[in-house]
Protein backbone atom coordinates (compact mmCIF):
# COMPACT_ATOMS: atom_id res chain seq x y z
CA UNK A 1 0.00 0.00 0.00
CA UNK A 2 1.16 3.71 -0.88
CA UNK A 3 1.88 6.14 2.07
CA UNK A 4 1.85 9.80 1.45
CA UNK A 5 3.78 11.92 4.08
CA UNK A 6 3.38 15.73 4.19
CA UNK A 7 5.86 17.34 5.81
CA UNK A 8 4.08 20.58 7.65
CA UNK A 9 1.58 19.82 10.11
CA UNK A 10 1.01 24.28 10.01
CA UNK A 11 1.60 26.67 8.40
CA UNK A 12 0.88 30.60 9.55
CA UNK A 13 1.16 33.05 6.47
CA UNK A 14 0.17 36.26 5.88
CA UNK A 15 -1.81 37.82 2.97
CA UNK A 16 -0.31 37.84 -0.01
CA UNK A 17 2.71 35.54 0.78
CA UNK A 18 3.26 32.40 -1.67
CA UNK A 19 2.62 29.04 -0.45
CA UNK A 20 4.00 25.63 -1.00
CA UNK A 21 2.89 22.75 0.52
CA UNK A 22 5.69 19.60 0.13
CA UNK A 23 3.62 15.97 -0.15
CA UNK A 24 5.95 12.61 -0.64
CA UNK A 25 4.24 9.32 -1.47
CA UNK A 26 5.81 5.87 -1.64
CA UNK A 27 5.75 4.22 -4.50
CA UNK A 28 7.18 2.92 -7.34
CA UNK A 29 4.61 2.15 -10.12
CA UNK A 30 2.34 4.57 -11.68
CA UNK A 31 -0.07 6.72 -9.46
CA UNK A 32 -2.63 9.29 -9.22
CA UNK A 33 -2.22 12.54 -7.46
CA UNK A 34 -4.45 14.76 -5.85
CA UNK A 35 -4.99 17.72 -3.70
CA UNK A 36 -8.04 18.13 -1.68
CA UNK A 37 -9.12 21.23 1.04
CA UNK A 38 -11.25 21.54 3.59
CA UNK A 39 -12.55 24.89 4.34
CA UNK A 40 -13.67 25.30 7.96
CA UNK A 41 -17.25 23.74 8.55
CA UNK A 42 -17.13 22.69 4.81
CA UNK A 43 -16.69 19.11 2.83
CA UNK A 44 -13.48 18.07 1.66
CA UNK A 45 -13.28 19.60 -2.00
CA UNK A 46 -10.70 18.63 -4.81
CA UNK A 47 -8.50 21.50 -5.72
CA UNK A 48 -6.65 19.61 -8.47
CA UNK A 49 -5.52 15.71 -10.04
CA UNK A 50 -2.84 14.58 -12.37
CA UNK A 51 -3.15 11.01 -14.05
CA UNK A 52 -0.44 11.69 -16.64
CA UNK A 53 0.74 14.23 -19.06
CA UNK A 54 2.00 17.55 -18.16
CA UNK A 55 3.40 17.42 -14.45
CA UNK A 56 3.05 20.96 -13.69
CA UNK A 57 -1.01 20.93 -13.09
CA UNK A 58 -3.28 23.89 -12.56
CA UNK A 59 -6.46 23.83 -10.17
CA UNK A 60 -9.42 25.76 -9.33
CA UNK A 61 -8.65 29.03 -7.09
CA UNK A 62 -5.07 29.76 -8.41
CA UNK A 63 -3.35 26.73 -6.97
CA UNK A 64 -1.25 24.60 -8.84
CA UNK A 65 1.07 21.49 -8.51
CA UNK A 66 4.10 19.77 -9.64
CA UNK A 67 4.85 16.06 -10.61
CA UNK A 68 8.29 15.14 -9.95
CA UNK A 69 8.50 11.16 -10.24
CA UNK A 70 12.30 11.09 -9.33
CA UNK A 71 11.32 12.49 -5.88
CA UNK A 72 7.94 10.89 -5.26
CA UNK A 73 6.90 14.35 -4.71
CA UNK A 74 3.60 16.45 -5.68
CA UNK A 75 4.35 19.64 -4.44
CA UNK A 76 1.19 22.31 -3.88
CA UNK A 77 1.59 25.98 -4.64
CA UNK A 78 -0.12 29.22 -4.92
CA UNK A 79 1.80 32.53 -5.93
CA UNK A 80 -0.18 34.80 -3.52
CA UNK A 81 -2.62 33.34 -0.84
CA UNK A 82 -5.20 35.11 0.49
CA UNK A 83 -7.63 34.82 4.16
CA UNK A 84 -9.76 32.69 2.52
CA UNK A 85 -7.33 30.12 1.59
CA UNK A 86 -7.58 29.07 5.31
CA UNK A 87 -8.15 25.62 5.18
CA UNK A 88 -6.54 22.13 5.76
CA UNK A 89 -4.96 20.59 2.49
CA UNK A 90 -4.59 16.82 1.81
CA UNK A 91 -2.45 15.53 -0.49
CA UNK A 92 -4.10 12.07 -1.53
CA UNK A 93 -2.29 8.97 -4.11
CA UNK A 94 -4.02 5.77 -5.80
CA UNK A 95 -2.62 3.29 -7.72
CA UNK A 96 -3.52 0.38 -9.97
CA UNK A 97 -4.70 -2.56 -9.40
CA UNK A 98 -7.05 -1.37 -6.46
CA UNK A 99 -7.20 2.16 -6.44
CA UNK A 100 -7.79 2.96 -3.18
CA UNK A 101 -6.90 6.36 -1.94
CA UNK A 102 -4.55 7.12 0.41
CA UNK A 103 -4.45 10.50 2.45
CA UNK A 104 -1.34 12.46 3.79
CA UNK A 105 -1.90 13.71 7.53
CA UNK A 106 -2.86 17.28 6.28
CA UNK A 107 -1.71 20.27 6.76
CA UNK A 108 -3.52 23.34 8.51
CA UNK A 109 -2.78 26.54 6.74
CA UNK A 110 -3.66 29.67 8.37
CA UNK A 111 -3.41 33.33 6.73
CA UNK A 112 -3.23 36.36 8.51
CA UNK A 113 -5.35 39.55 7.25
CA UNK B 1 -25.89 18.83 -10.49
CA UNK B 2 -26.52 18.02 -6.87
CA UNK B 3 -23.53 16.44 -4.67
CA UNK B 4 -23.02 13.69 -2.81
CA UNK B 5 -25.27 14.14 0.65
CA UNK B 6 -24.95 12.00 3.82
CA UNK B 7 -27.27 11.81 6.05
CA UNK B 8 -27.94 12.27 9.18
CA UNK B 9 -25.52 14.93 9.48
CA UNK B 10 -25.45 14.42 13.16
CA UNK B 11 -25.73 11.26 15.67
CA UNK B 12 -24.92 10.49 19.65
CA UNK B 13 -25.03 6.88 20.39
CA UNK B 14 -23.90 4.71 23.09
CA UNK B 15 -21.08 2.07 23.56
CA UNK B 16 -22.61 -1.56 22.61
CA UNK B 17 -25.02 0.07 20.27
CA UNK B 18 -25.18 -0.06 16.40
CA UNK B 19 -25.54 3.03 13.73
CA UNK B 20 -26.65 3.15 10.20
CA UNK B 21 -24.88 5.57 8.14
CA UNK B 22 -26.75 6.69 4.44
CA UNK B 23 -25.14 8.45 1.48
CA UNK B 24 -26.22 9.28 -1.71
CA UNK B 25 -23.92 9.63 -4.83
CA UNK B 26 -24.15 11.96 -7.70
CA UNK B 27 -26.17 11.25 -10.20
CA UNK B 28 -24.47 9.02 -12.42
CA UNK B 29 -21.96 8.12 -9.89
CA UNK B 30 -21.50 4.08 -9.52
CA UNK B 31 -18.85 3.74 -7.06
CA UNK B 32 -19.17 4.52 -3.74
CA UNK B 33 -16.29 4.51 -0.99
CA UNK B 34 -16.28 5.38 2.27
CA UNK B 35 -13.69 7.18 4.97
CA UNK B 36 -13.25 7.61 8.98
CA UNK B 37 -11.46 10.88 9.65
CA UNK B 38 -10.01 11.09 12.92
CA UNK B 39 -7.58 13.60 14.46
CA UNK B 40 -5.62 11.21 15.70
CA UNK B 41 -5.45 8.60 12.33
CA UNK B 42 -6.55 11.48 10.02
CA UNK B 43 -8.34 9.96 6.87
CA UNK B 44 -8.73 5.85 6.69
CA UNK B 45 -10.42 3.91 3.39
CA UNK B 46 -12.81 1.94 4.42
CA UNK B 47 -14.18 0.17 2.15
CA UNK B 48 -15.62 0.76 -2.01
CA UNK B 49 -18.39 -0.28 -3.54
CA UNK B 50 -19.56 -0.82 -7.11
CA UNK B 51 -22.49 -2.17 -8.71
CA UNK B 52 -23.48 -3.33 -5.70
CA UNK B 53 -20.37 -5.38 -4.72
CA UNK B 54 -17.64 -4.39 -2.47
CA UNK B 55 -14.49 -4.12 -4.54
CA UNK B 56 -12.17 -2.83 -1.95
CA UNK B 57 -11.85 -2.87 1.30
CA UNK B 58 -9.29 -1.06 3.80
CA UNK B 59 -7.71 -2.37 7.62
CA UNK B 60 -10.64 -1.92 10.03
CA UNK B 61 -12.79 -4.71 11.85
CA UNK B 62 -15.66 -6.43 10.77
CA UNK B 63 -17.73 -4.29 12.84
CA UNK B 64 -17.82 -1.99 10.27
CA UNK B 65 -20.11 -3.35 6.82
CA UNK B 66 -21.49 -1.51 4.11
CA UNK B 67 -23.70 -2.26 0.99
CA UNK B 68 -24.94 -0.60 -2.06
CA UNK B 69 -27.87 -0.71 -3.57
CA UNK B 70 -28.95 -0.60 -7.32
CA UNK B 71 -29.40 2.94 -7.62
CA UNK B 72 -25.90 3.52 -6.46
CA UNK B 73 -27.25 4.84 -2.80
CA UNK B 74 -24.87 2.75 -0.07
CA UNK B 75 -24.89 2.31 3.33
CA UNK B 76 -22.44 1.62 6.11
CA UNK B 77 -23.13 0.04 9.38
CA UNK B 78 -20.87 -0.35 12.75
CA UNK B 79 -21.97 -3.00 14.78
CA UNK B 80 -21.30 -2.81 19.27
CA UNK B 81 -19.93 0.80 18.84
CA UNK B 82 -16.86 1.47 21.10
CA UNK B 83 -15.76 4.69 22.25
CA UNK B 84 -12.82 4.89 19.77
CA UNK B 85 -15.42 4.95 16.68
CA UNK B 86 -16.03 8.66 17.32
CA UNK B 87 -15.21 10.23 14.27
CA UNK B 88 -16.42 11.95 10.96
CA UNK B 89 -17.41 9.29 8.28
CA UNK B 90 -16.76 10.57 5.01
CA UNK B 91 -18.93 9.19 1.98
CA UNK B 92 -17.35 9.35 -1.52
CA UNK B 93 -18.59 8.91 -5.02
CA UNK B 94 -16.81 8.82 -8.41
CA UNK B 95 -17.44 7.40 -12.36
CA UNK B 96 -17.41 4.12 -12.21
CA UNK B 97 -13.49 2.62 -12.10
CA UNK B 98 -12.86 -0.17 -15.36
CA UNK B 99 -9.89 -0.97 -16.85
CA UNK B 100 -7.20 0.39 -15.91
CA UNK B 101 -8.35 4.25 -15.41
CA UNK B 102 -8.88 5.72 -12.10
CA UNK B 103 -11.52 9.00 -11.49
CA UNK B 104 -11.52 11.99 -8.83
CA UNK B 105 -13.67 11.11 -5.91
CA UNK B 106 -15.82 14.14 -4.38
CA UNK B 107 -16.83 13.89 -1.23
CA UNK B 108 -19.91 14.57 1.40
CA UNK B 109 -20.46 16.65 4.09
CA UNK B 110 -20.02 13.61 6.69
CA UNK B 111 -21.61 12.49 9.45
CA UNK B 112 -20.25 13.46 12.85
CA UNK B 113 -20.99 10.14 14.66
CA UNK B 114 -20.10 10.25 18.68
CA UNK B 115 -20.19 7.53 21.03
CA UNK B 116 -20.59 7.68 24.72
Known amino acids: AQSVSQHNHHVILSEAASLELGCNYSYGGTVNLFWYVQYPGQHLQLLLKYFSGDPLVKGIKGFEAEFIKSKFSFNLRKPSVQWSDTAEYFC???????????FGAGTTVTVRA | KAGVTQTPRYLIKTRGQQVTLSCSPISGHRSVSWYQQTPGQGLQFLFE???????NKGNFPGRFSGRQFSNSRSEMNVSTLELGDSALYLCASSLPREGGSSYEQYFGPGTRLTVT
Open chain 2, 49 to 55: YFSETQR
Open chain 1, 92 to 102: AVNAPPDYKLS
